[in-house]
């Protein structure tokens, strides 16, 4: 066996390089999907870019066209599970493959759990959960097939702690957290990684009526030992490690980017 300085692919950067590689990335029209896309792109991918929203998706799809790559916007509701398997033949035929995929369209209800309804839960664990499930059947029987895929699940902190007012979101990314682990190991003799990414608060249009209250924005700040809530950009570097050959004997794993929260 050859020392590590001797193995040409420990070299550099190319651990960390996409090209060549098509993703999908859901919820990818606003907030950390999309910089998870550009991110993605900026490493050399081509991506289909899923949302509900369609409009929100021309506009990125000029952004990593302009970095030099492909993208393919598609409208879709992730809940639905042909339009996951539409998504999954969309990639492959308009894009010439598919090796990644980024589960990240997600969802939430804040209310005391006395006060959420059947159909408010039902409608954040049907995004969060059964959306990922639907979207991971879908890449999965192509990953499985080919022998290879990298498949990101986006979870939260909320997959490990709780905090009041988050019964359906935590349920959601505590289930999120458990399928990442049964995709992994049904998948690994297969040569697909299944991992998930689990941010802590981050600045986007999801948490902003957290950050606009000044009380929750305090509570958030000083329970985090980084002192400050998350910037987008900074899960591009994780992101391209669970997608890339840097990450191919990681899978089952969780990796929290939480400034330091769930190490209390």
């Known amino acids: 066996m050859s ?4 193995r040409p692919e420990l070299r550099g ?3 960390f390089d996409l090209g060549g590689r098509v993703a999908i990335v859901t919820g990818a029209g606003r907030g950390l999907g999309r910089v998870m896309a550009l991110a993605l792109a900026a490493a050399g991918a081509d991506v289909l870019l899923a949302s509900r929203t369609a409009a929100e998706l021309d506009s990125l799809a000029a952004e990593i066209r302009a970095l030099g790559r492909r993208a393919l916007p ?4 992730v809940t639905a599970p042909e339009a996951c398997e539409a998504m999954a033949a969309a990639a492959v035929e308009g894009l010439g ?3 990644i995929l980024v ?3 997600g969802t939430n209800v804040r209310k005391p759990a006395l006060e959420l309804t059947p159909e408010e839960f039902e409608f954040v664990v049907a995004t969060n959960l059964r959306g990922y499930f639907n979207g991971a059947r879908a890449a999965g029987r192509h990953f499985t097939a080919q022998g290879s895929g990298k498949v990101v699940n986006v ?3 909320m997959g490990s702690v709780a905090l009041p007012n988050q019964a359906a979101y935590a349920s959601s990314k505590g289930g ?3 399928l990442t682990k049964v995709l992994a190991l049904e998948w690994a003799a297969s040569g697909v990684q299944v991992n998930g990414l689990a941010p802590t608060y981050f600045e986007t249009e999801l948490t902003r009526p957290l950050y606009e209250d000044p009380e929750r924005r305090a509570f958030i700040t000083e329970r985090t030992p980084a002192g400050r809530w998350g910037q987008p950009h900074e899960l591009a570097g ?4 669970l997608a890339s050959a840097a990450s191919d004997f990681v899978t089952g794993q969780t990796l929290l980017v939480d400034g330091g929260w769930t190490a209390w």
């Open 97 to 99: 493959g598919l090796d």
């Open 155 to 157: 979870s939260s902190i």
């Open 3 to 6: 020392a590590p300085a001797d």
């Open 176 to 178: 999120v957290d458990q």
């Open 103 to 105: 589960n990240n369209a």
């Open 13 to 15: 950067t190319g651990l």
């Open 74 to 77: 598609f409208p879709a509701d």
């Open 238 to 241: 994780a992101v391209i490690f």
